[in-house]
């Protein structure tokens, strides 16, 4: 049997998307038959072409629409656009990536790495992305003072005008299954407090009781 030979490589595409819109992506990434000429892709390699055309076209990275659409969303009674603690953001954006993981669709959406922290499961980028996000003048970060030391602060991020008109267009081209998943996670961990959280992870994810220790109160 005459051996097939697939070269990995990257082609331009047209999908269509959640709404039944087509939608043109580049860059996807593809497989190559060198006898045939014909092109394989995967379908989470082209659900990431689709998260990453939109984040593109509003002008940030693929991993963004994780947290502006976990800051968008409206909690029960509580106001939308904005997370008063960053240790709420770091374990709904953890919680995000799980249940989408649970789902089996975990691949299909650019998401930040998680690092095993004293504080718990932590993105490794947010902080970063966060202030990059002030600069573009979509969200504020301001840190309130709840104790007397220099580390008794907690991060309040909110999505400014700016900020919530782009959550609002980004919200309208996002995958139903990302929208579902990311309010309830919010809805779920939005009112713990730091000591519920990490008993939760402790429970849902017993293999960070080693490494989760501390209480998470940025």
């Known amino acids: ?66 947290s502006i659409g976990m800051l968008y969303v409206k909690p029960g009674p509580f106001r939308e656009g904005q997370v008063h603690y960053k240790y709420h953001l770091n374990k709904m954006l953890f919680y995000q990536w799980k249940r989408m993981e649970e789902f089996g669709i975990s691949e299909t959406f650019p998401h930040d790495e998680f690092e095993p922290a004293p504080r718990g499961p932590v993105p490794k980028n947010l902080s970063a992305d966060l202030e990059r996000l002030e600069k573009m003048g979509i969200v504020n970060l301001k840190y309130k003072q709840w104790g007397k030391m220099p580390k008794q602060a907690s991060l309040e991020t909110e999505l400014t005008s700016t900020g919530l008109t782009i959550a609002e267009k980004i919200w309208g081209e996002v995958p139903e299954p990302f929208k579902e998943i990311t309010l309830k996670v919010k809805e779920n961990i939005f009112p713990l407090d730091p000591k519920t959280i990490r008993e939760r ?15 998470d109160t940025d």
């Open 1 to 66: 049997m005459e051996k097939v030979e697939w070269t990995k490589t990257k082609i331009e595409m047209d999908s269509i998307d959640w709404r039944g819109k087509t939608i043109h992506l580049k860059d996807v990434p593809a497989l190559r038959n060198e006898t045939t000429g014909k092109i394989r892709v995967y379908p989470s390699d082209v659900a990431c072409a689709e998260f990453r055309t939109i984040a593109e076209k509003h002008g940030l990275e693929p991993r963004d629409l994780a």
């Open 201 to 215: 992870v402790h429970r849902d994810y017993p293999e960070y009781k080693k490494t989760y220790v501390e209480l």
